[in-house]
């Protein structure tokens, strides 16, 4: 039996683009505290492209002296609401961070100094835990979020190269979907394996067994330091 696997741990990522063909809608003057200005008086200048179907907008920063210090996408511009991929420049060209925005909110982000070295990585996980017998989902940041070698692809080609479906439920072709949990320890081995939603016992112990197989992934990173983290693995029959 081929499974379906749906993996929805991490990384909410949604890259917003630029859709259809844009118009020049505008170019806006700043100063140094990013005020608006007049041309004389700037430091940034801000031009501004509206997509056909006026629901986002391609906003470019430059510096006056014409070299390109911020681009990304707007689902609003008053209040801003920025989603997507962002990327920021030092006035020398070199890139200064690069930041995935979802509605406003910081789902990954990476900054450099001046001389290329990373002084801010993070990336926004969803966690699941078991308080008094229900699932509660949260939020993290991480430095860099667990990671199974290989990426999403292994993963798929781990779990069915691996699931045996037991002999007595070969003519029933069960079907219905099956969640487990498990932490992904700070040394990266797969423990803690919890059935949050079964389906069949004798599915639900097959299920187990195979993620309790799973080589070791790449722990999680937070403040620098490998740390535990609890993720979650729907399948679908």
């Excluded at 509206?50 to 510096?63: A, C, G, P």
């Excluded at 989603?83 to 070199?94: A, M, S, T």
């Excluded at 439920?169 to 040394?187: A, D, M, Q, R």
């Excluded at 004798?202 to 195979?210: A, G, H, P, W």
Aim: aromatic content about 10%; glycine content about 6%; charged content about 25%.
């Amino acid at each position: 039996m081929s499974l379906r696997i749906t993996f929805q741990i991490i990384l909410l990522l949604c890259l917003a683009n630029f859709s259809g063909k844009a118009q020049t809608v505008d170019t806006v003057w700043l100063n140094t505290k990013w005020e608006k200005s007049t041309k004389a008086e700037s430091f940034y200048h801000r031009t501004i492209q509206k997509s056909v179907d006026l629901k986002t907008y391609l906003v470019n920063d430059y510096y006056n002296t014409g070299e390109l210090q911020m681009a990304g996408t707007y689902l609003s511009l008053n209040p801003e609401v920025r989603d997507g991929q962002f990327r920021w420049w030092y006035k020398n060209g070199q890139k200064r961070a690069e930041t995935l925005y979802k509605d406003q909110d910081v789902i990954k982000e990476i900054q450099w100094d001046t001389e290329g070295k990373i002084t801010v990585q993070r990336e926004l996980v969803n966690t699941i835990d078991v308080v008094d017998g229900e699932r509660v989902n949260s939020k993290a940041y991480l430095d860099i979020a667990p990671e199974f070698e290989g990426g999403m692809d292994a993963v798929h080609k781990f779990i069915n190269e691996n699931f045996i479906l037991p002999r007595s439920l070969e003519e029933t072709n069960p079907h219905g979907k099956i969640i487990i949990s498990f932490v992904v320890n700070s040394k990266g081995k797969v423990v803690d394996i919890r059935v949050d939603q079964g389906l069949n016992a004798l599915l639900d112990k097959e299920v187990v067994r195979v993620v309790r197989s799973m080589p070791n992934w790449k722990p999680g990173i937070q403040n620098g330091k490998p740390v535990s983290i609890r993720m979650s693995l729907p399948l679908n029959f």
